[in-house]
């Protein structure tokens, strides 16, 4: 079993709608939770970071973590075409020494967002 | 404020030939530094990270070695390329416990 396993995809939405982007994850290790945003050829830029089960909102985007099952998950709200992107769910833990965090990522999943 | 330099941008490089990419950093002092390698349909892996200067740990055996001369300077390298050494190859840095990582624009690499 893969530690982290994402839908790759491809989904596509009409503008507005709201998306929804999925992670499991199995390794109950892992402390740190994040989604990252990557446009074609370019690298990925964080999106969305949290360390506790429950909710995190930032403008359109919720970050949910649902640590007892090992599930993490990315809305966002009035989906516009400029989200179309990779989306990519990441986790980390901490190392021994507590000088090194790895981060494991999921394959990403492709979001088209039509106009 | 804190910005990531990866050069360059795109790379055509003849099966056998020696690889060089740099990524430096700016603005902040003892980042751990990364490299990650991103295949088409195998998501991002993890191929060196560095806590220091000198320090090094390789995460996948492989045709491949990272150097790290300078506190905010960090080197990939390759003596002699595979056709399997292409991908996207990504920096990234992180300084702090458990923040995100920031990565740098990456390095197209297609080895013909």
């Known amino acids: 079993q893969k530690e982290v396993e994402q839908d790759p995809g491809p989904l596509s939405v009409p503008e507005g709608a709201i998306v929804s982007l999925n992670c499991t994850y199995s390794n109950s290790a892992f402390q740190y939770f994040m989604w990252y945003r990557q446009y074609s050829r370019k690298g990925p830029e964080l999106l969305m970071y949290t360390y506790s089960s429950g909710n995190k909102e930032d403008g359109r985007f919720t970050a949910q973590v649902d640590k007892s099952s090992k599930y993490i998950s990315l809305f966002i709200r009035d989906s516009q075409p400029s989200d179309s992107a990779t989306y990519l769910c990441a986790m980390s833990r901490v190392e021994s020494g507590g000088s090194n965090y790895k981060l494991t990522f999921g394959k990403g999943t492709l979001l088209t967002v039509n106009p | 404020s804190q910005t990531i330099h990866q050069w360059p941008a795109t790379l055509v490089q003849p099966v056998g030939s020696p690889l060089s990419l740099e990524c430096t950093v700016e603005?902040?002092?003892?980042?751990?530094l990364y490299w990650y390698r991103q295949a088409a349909g195998r998501g991002l892996q993890l191929l060196f990270y560095?806590?220091?200067?000198?320090?090094i740990s390789s995460e996948v055996p492989q045709n491949l070695s990272a150097s790290r001369p300078q506190d905010r300077q960090f080197i990939l390298s390759s003596k002699k390329l595979l056709l399997s050494d292409s991908g996207f190859y990504l920096c990234a840095w992180i300084i702090g416990t458990g923040n995100g990582y920031t990565f740098g624009s990456g390095t197209r690499l297609t080895v013909v």
């Open positions: 603005g902040t002092s003892n980042p751990n």
């Open positions: 560095s806590v220091g200067i000198g320090q």
